[in-house]
C-alpha cells in the first residue's frame, strides 16, 4: 500500500506539472490573439494577410488546449534504457523545446499501443495513467521485459488489462468517449495505415470501428498536416444523433478541423427532412439513376419540331432547325457542364442569326456592327422563349423535382425499371426533399454547373448590399461627426465588410458544394447506396478514404451486401481491406446470442471473439396471454430496474427500449407515465429534464440506434423488429448494443437463433 501511494503521489506531481504547462500555454495563446485582434484590419492587404493568418493560427491552437482538459496525459512508457517517456492527447514542450509530453499519433508513441512481451519493441514497462479531471487515482502497469531494470515492487501484482476493462465498464453517456488511452494492436495497425488509397474497414458489432475511424483521422491530421490542412478531412455518419455522439471526441483528440455531415446535409443550404418508402429509397440509389439524370439534362437540349420566324427592325429571320441541331453539338463538343455549355450554344446561335440579317441587308456586318445586332438579337423576346426552348437553363432542384412529378417523363428516361419501381418514386411537385434525394441532387448539379443567369444575379445583389453599406456609413459619419474627410464612408463599409470573422477551412469547405477534401471517413458506410457514393467520390478525386462498417448490419435496402461490389464501380482496384476480430463492447453471451440470430437468417457476419462476460448478461423474457397491456407494462419495470441500477446525477450510465418503429412512440408514453410510480416522482423528474441527446432512459426504433451503444438494452418483440424495414440486420444491430445486459421480452415466437433461455 505504501508503494502504491508513492506510485500516485509521484505521477500527481508529473500531472499537475503538465497542467500547469497546459494553462501556461492557453494564457500565451489567448494574449497573443488579444493582440492580433486589437491590430484591426489596417495595414497594406499583405499585413491583413499576415494577421488573418496568425489569427488563424492562434484560435486554432488554442481551440486545440482547451479541448484536451480531461486525460491529458493517460500513459508512461519505461524503456529499456532507462528513459521515462509520457504520452498524452497533445504533444507539449517546456521553454527549452525539450519534450515533456508526447502525443498519442507521434511516431514515438506507438510502442504505447504495439509493444507486447513477445516484441516489446524496446520498452520495459508500460504503465496507464487513470485520472479524474486533474486527479490521478490509479496506475494499471504491464511489464515487457522482465530482463530490464524494473523496480520489482512496482510491478508486483499489477496487470495490463486494467485499463481496458475500466473503460469498457464505465457508464455510457449521451457523447461517444475516445479509446485513445486503451487502443489494441490490431486497431493501432489501422489507424496508422497509409493516407493513400481507399481502406475498408470490416468489423462486427462492438469492434470499436467507429472509433478507430475517428482516431485515424485525428492520426491522419497530424501525420499528413500539409497535405490536409488546406483540403480538409469529410466525416460522413449515419444520422445526425450519431453526429453528437461522437462530436466531442475529435477535439478531445487535438483536432478541430473536420467537417461532420451526414448525407443528407452534404449539399449547402438543402434540408432533406423528408422520408421514403424503402422501395423508394432503393430506386433512387441505383446507380441507373446517374443515366437518367443524364438523359432528363440531355432532354432539354432539342432541335424544336419547325423553323421559328422572328422579327428585327422589320426584317425577317429563321431560326433553323438545322442551325439549332448544328449549334446543339458544337456545344456538347465543349464538354462543358449544361449551363456553361448553354452560353456557347446562344452564341452560336445568335451569330447565325446577327448573319441573317446581314443577308437581308446585302452586306455583311463588321465586328461592331455586328455585336450591335446580337445584343439587338438578345432583347427580342421571340429569340429568347425559343434558345430556352432549345437549350433551358436549370436549377438542380428544378430538374429532380420535375423529373420524379412526372410519370410519362420518367417511363420515357427510365425504360430499365419496372413500373412498380416508376411508381414507387413518383411524388407531386413541392414534396419534401428527402435523404435519397441529395444524391440525385448532386449528380444534377455535377451535369448542370453553375448557372451564369444565377451568378450574375447573385453579383448584382452582392453589389446593391455594398451600396447600402455605404450609405449606412454615410449615415453614420453624418450623425456622429466624425466626418471632416478623415474618414470615408466607402473605406469605412469597406473596414466593416473585411472585419468579420475570417471562415476555417472546415467552414469554407462545409458552404461549398464543389470542395474535393484530402481525405473522406465514412462510418456505418454499408448503408450508403450506389449514389450516394458517386456523390462522395466527386469529393475526394484522389480516392483517399477510410471507410468503415459490416456488412451483416446493413438495413437500408439500397445499401451494400458486398463491398467490392459496391465499391468497386466508383473506386476501382485500389481498395484494401482490414478486418477488427475482437468484440469490446458487447457480452459474451449477449454477442453469441446475436451471432446465431443473424446466421440463422444468413446475415453475412464476421467471426468475433468477445473480450470479456458479464454474470446475467442475458434474460429473456415471455409474456403470455396478457395482451398489449402486458407486454408494456413488462417492458416498463424492466425498464425502472435497470434504469435504478445504472441512472447516475452525473448522466454517466444509460438504458435504451429497442422497439419495431411503429410501437416506439406508444412505449416511449407508457415508459414515461410510469417511471414516477416505479422510480419516485423526483428521479423521474430528474430524468424526464435531460436533453433528448443525454437522456439516461430512451426509446428508439432499430435505425436510430445504428452506432451507439448503452449499457442495457431492452429489446421489444424481435419477430415484430426482424419483420421491419430493416429486417434481420435491425434485429442484429439491436440486439449488440449493451455494454452490460440485454433484456428481450416478447409476446410472439421468437426469431430462429434466439432461445428462451436466459
Known amino acids: 500500500m505504501a508503494s502504491r501511494q508513492h506510485e500516485l503521489e509521484s505521477e500527481q506531481a508529473v500531472v499537475d506539472a503538465l497542467y500547469e504547462r497546459l494553462d501556461e500555454l492557453r494564457v500565451r495563446s489567448r494574449a497573443r490573439l488579444a493582440d492580433v485582434r486589437r491590430a484591426g484590419p489596417s495595414g497594406s492587404p499583405q ?247 443524364r438523359r432528363a439534362v440531355r432532354l432539354r437540349e432539342r432541335v424544336p419540331a419547325a423553323d421559328v420566324a422572328v422579327r428585327l427592325d422589320g426584317r425577317d429571320l429563321t431560326i433553323r432547325r438545322r442551325d439549332v441541331r448544328d449549334a446543339i453539338a458544337r456545344a456538347r463538343r465543349a464538354r462543358r457542364p449544361h449551363n456553361l455549355a448553354r452560353a456557347v450554344f446562344v452564341r452560336d446561335m445568335l451569330g447565325r442569326l446577327a448573319d441573317q440579317y446581314g443577308t437581308t441587308l446585302g452586306e455583311r456586318l463588321v465586328d461592331q456592327d455586328r455585336a450591335e445586332v446580337i445584343d439587338d438579337l438578345r432583347r427580342v423576346r421571340e429569340v429568347r422563349v425559343a434558345l430556352n426552348l432549345a437549350w433551358l437553363p436549370m436549377s438542380p432542384r428544378w430538374l429532380v423535382e420535375d423529373l420524379l412529378a412526372k410519370p410519362e417523363r420518367l417511363a420515357t428516361l427510365a425504360p430499365e425499371l419496372s413500373a412498380g419501381e416508376r411508381a414507387a418514386i413518383v411524388r407531386p411537385k413541392g414534396s419534401a426533399w428527402t435523404p435519397a434525394d441529395v444524391p440525385l441532387l448532386d449528380e444534377a448539379a455535377e451535369l448542370l454547373g453553375e448557372d451564369d443567369q444565377v451568378a450574375t444575379a447573385e453579383a448584382r445583389a452582392a453589389e446593391r448590399e455594398h451600396t447600402a453599406s455605404v450609405e449606412y456609413a454615410r449615415q453614420v459619419l453624418e450623425s456622429t461627426g466624425a466626418g471632416g474627410g478623415l474618414v470615408d464612408a466607402r473605406a469605412l463599409a469597406d473596414r466593416f465588410a473585411g472585419s468579420g470573422p475570417r471562415l476555417t477551412t472546415a467552414e469554407r469547405a462545409a458552404q461549398d458544394r464543389t470542395w474535393t477534401f484530402g481525405h473522406v471517413v465514412v462510418d456505418e458506410a454499408q448503408e450508403l447506396s450506389a449514389m450516394a457514393w458517386r456523390m462522395l467520390a466527386r469529393r475526394c478525386p484522389t480516392r483517399s478514404f477510410t471507410i468503415v462498417g459490416d456488412v451483416a448490419q446493413t438495413s437500408s435496402r439500397a445499401g451494400a451486401r458486398s463491398w467490392s461490389a459496391m465499391l468497386g464501380p466508383v473506386l476501382g482496384a485500389a481498395v484494401r481491406t482490414a478486418e477488427l476480430t475482437v468484440n469490446y463492447r458487447t457480452p459474451a453471451s449477449v454477442a453469441d446470442a446475436a451471432q446465431a440470430v443473424a446466421r440463422a437468417a444468413c446475415l453475412p457476419v464476421s467471426t468475433l471473439t468477445s473480450a470479456r462476460e458479464v454474470p446475467d448478461a442475458l434474460e429473456v423474457v415471455r409474456v ?70 443525454d437522456a439516461q432512459v430512451v426509446v428508439l426504433d432499430p435505425g436510430s440506434v445504428k452506432g451507439l451503444e448503452f449499457d442495457d438494452v431492452v429489446l421489444v418483440e424481435p419477430a415484430r423488429v426482424l419483420d421491419g424495414p430493416g429486417g434481420a440486420s435491425d434485429l442484429y444491430v439491436a440486439m449488440t448494443r449493451p455494454t452490460r445486459r440485454l433484456v428481450v421480452v416478447h409476446a410472439q415466437e421468437l426469431p430462429d437463433g434466439l432461445t428462451g433461455g436466459a
Not at 493513400?196 to 462486427?204: F, T
Not at 441512472?647 to 410510469?674: E, F, N, Q
Open 624 to 693: 403470455a396471454g396478457a395482451g398489449r397491456g402486458g407486454l408494456e407494462l413488462a417492458v416498463v419495470e424492466h425498464v425502472a430496474a435497470l434504469a435504478a441500477q445504472t441512472a447516475s446525477a452525473d448522466g454517466a450510465g444509460r438504458v435504451a427500449v429497442v422497439a419495431h418503429r411503429d410501437d416506439a412512440a406508444a412505449l416511449a408514453t407508457a415508459v414515461r407515465d410510469a417511471l414516477p410510480r416505479l422510480l419516485g416522482a423526483a428521479e423521474a423528474a430528474r430524468l424526464a429534464g435531460q436533453p433528448p441527446a
Open 47 to 293: 499585413n491583413r494577410s499576415e494577421r488573418d493568418a496568425f489569427a488563424t493560427l492562434y484560435e486554432d491552437r488554442l481551440a486545440q488546449l482547451e479541448a484536451v482538459e480531461d486525460r491529458l496525459a493517460f500513459g508512461r512508457l519505461d524503456l529499456a534504457d532507462g528513459e521515462q517517456r509520457y504520452v498524452g492527447r497533445i504533444g507539449l514542450t517546456d521553454d527549452d523545446h525539450a519534450s515533456v509530453l508526447t502525443d498519442w499519433r507521434a511516431p514515438a508513441a506507438q510502442a504505447f499501443y504495439r509493444a507486447t512481451a513477445v516484441r516489446p519493441d524496446g520498452v520495459a514497462r508500460r504503465r496507464h495513467l487513470v485520472t479524474r479531471g486533474r486527479s490521478v487515482t490509479g496506475v494499471e502497469d504491464e511489464v515487457l521485459d522482465l530482463d530490464a531494470a524494473v523496480d520489482a515492487g512496482a510491478a508486483s501484482g499489477l496487470t495490463g488489462e486494467g485499463a481496458l476493462l475500466a473503460s469498457l465498464a464505465t457508464g455510457r453517456t449521451g457523447r461517444m468517449g475516445d479509446i485513445v488511452a486503451t487502443i489494441q494492436a490490431e486497431q493501432d495497425a489501422i489507424i496508422r495505415s497509409a493516407l493513400d488509397g481507399a481502406l475498408v474497414v470490416q468489423g462486427g458489432p462492438g469492434t470499436g470501428k467507429t472509433a478507430v475511424a475517428l482516431h485515424r483521422a485525428a492520426y491522419l491530421l497530424y501525420a499528413h498536416r500539409r497535405i490536409l490542412e488546406r483540403s480538409g478531412v469529410l466525416l460522413v455518419g449515419p444520422s445526425r444523433s450519431f453526429l453528437r455522439y461522437i462530436d466531442q471526441v475529435l477535439p478531445s483528440l487535438g483536432e478541430t478541423g473536420v467537417v461532420s455531415t451526414t448525407v443528407a446535409d452534404l449539399l449547402p443550404d438543402l434540408s432533406a427532412r423528408g422520408s421514403d418508402t424503402s422501395e423508394a429509397e432503393r430506386v433512387k440509389g441505383l446507380a441507373l439513376m446517374a443515366r437518367v439524370v
